[in-house]
């Protein structure tokens, strides 16, 4: 498993990452903060069969409750709302479970008013 945690911190984390065994793309927020619950059976993580790629490219655009994820320029998307803590849940991790994973470029912007 490789992938990065969004709105994190010690407490709370939402969590995209791939699944090699899986070969699938997890949006994991069962430690998201306040409990989402509703009349799917599984509200806490979504799963997306993407196979073994070589490579995966993500957008992703974070707001104050919500998260949307776009693999491969559109080629899938994923979207959830998540309910952190905004004071304290600020942080992004990147993380590799039981093997490497390279990271070849990342860019950050801010939406301003």
Known sequence: KCGLKVFSSDKHETVIYYDRKEKAL????????????????????????IGEPEKITLDMFLDVCSLEVFVDG????????VYPDIDTDTEVR????????????????????
Request: charged share 30%; with cysteine; proline share 0%.
């Open 94 to 113: 990147f993380f590799a479970e039981n093997g490497t994973a390279v990271l070849t470029e990342l860019d950050k912007y801010d939406i301003c008013a």
């Open 26 to 49: 997890v949006f994991d927020r069962s430690r998201s903060g306040i409990t989402i619950e509703g009349k799917d059976t599984v509200t806490q993580k979504r799963y997306l069969d």
């Open 74 to 81: 559109g080629k899938h998307v994923m979207t959830g709302n």
